[in-house]
């Protein structure tokens, strides 16, 4: 997946954002440029790089990464070596973003599905993280990585995405551990539902999956099923499509704060209090009540 990468100078301190598209990259840009940052954000033909360039801002670069590519994500590594002008100094600060979602029960979901968002979602924030750890530790900076809600708690249909977000998770609590020794802080974003705001699930991009797997689902899954359950089940993920937050100011902020602040946490929840009374309930309580509380079908 092309995904952006954001460089950011700021009294002497550089960081860089991988993944996050047009929509969080040039709004986290105009967030930062007041604090005299230079950025480089692909993809470099896309509207959000066009936009960026545009500014005509000299503190800016767009350049190209796909992080599931061990040579981009290397090429990336040397532009920001070139880039900074005390590359021994190293990296102030890199935010994996970059993420896609799809859904699909198990019996319908191929290995294919699981292994397509993984490399994107969970090796992608690997492969980067790794290529710039060098540098992070160099600074004694941060490394701030995006999950989700879905990478402390489940849903129905969405375990292709929840295993990418948890292995996210572990990967970054282990991280954080290790990187202790180092002064390095490494810190988790755990937004709630920001669909809306992302596009990163939309009503065609459904269609296409749904007949996906439909067709590569088995005779026998097919007919337990059935054509009427399925149907119901896609008109209720088309119905997710406009739902949640449209304003990513939440994430935008608790991002900044991450990379900003003297005494960051560890972990920000940026949500509607629902969704946060919701994450503690279910991973708080017993499993037994959290599920009859939230999941149709669940009994005592």
Known sequence: MRGAAMLLLA???????????????????????????????????????????????????????????????????????????????????LVNNAGVSTFGEVEFASLDNYKKVAEINLWGTVRV?????????????????????????????????????????????????????????????????????????????????AEALWSGASDTVREDYGREYFTRHVALMKSFVNSGLKDMSLVLNDITDALTSPCPNNRYNPMEPYWWVRLQVMTHLPTAIADWLYVPGATL
């Not at 600074?139 to 879905?150: I, P």
């Not at 990418?164 to 970054?172: D, E, M, Q, W």
């Not at 810190?187 to 009503?203: K, R």
């Open 129 to 209: 993280t790794k290529a710039f750890l060098p540098l992070i530790r160099r600074a004694k900076g941060r490394v701030v990585n995006t999950t989700s809600m879905l990478g402390r708690m489940v849903s129905p249909s969405r375990s292709c995405y929840c295993i990418s977000k948890f292995g996210v998770a572990a990967f970054s609590d282990c991280l954080r551990q290790e990187m202790y020794r180092w002064d390095v802080r490494v810190i988790l974003i755990e937004p709630s539902n920001f669909v809306a705001a992302t596009g990163i699930l939309t009503a065609d991009s459904i269609d296409k999956q």
């Open 11 to 93: 009294l002497g301190a550089a960081m860089l954002l991988a993944g996050g598209g047009r929509c969080l990259a040039h709004r986290l840009l105009l967030l930062l440029l007041p604090r005299r940052a230079r950025r480089a954000l692909p993809d470099e033909n896309g509207d959000g790089a066009r936009e960026l360039k545009n500014m005509k801002s000299d503190r800016m670069k767009v350049l190209q990464m796909d992080v599931c590519s061990d040579q981009e994500v290397a090429q990336a590594v040397d532009f920001v070596k070139r880039s900074l002008k005390e590359p021994e100094k190293g990296l102030w600060g």
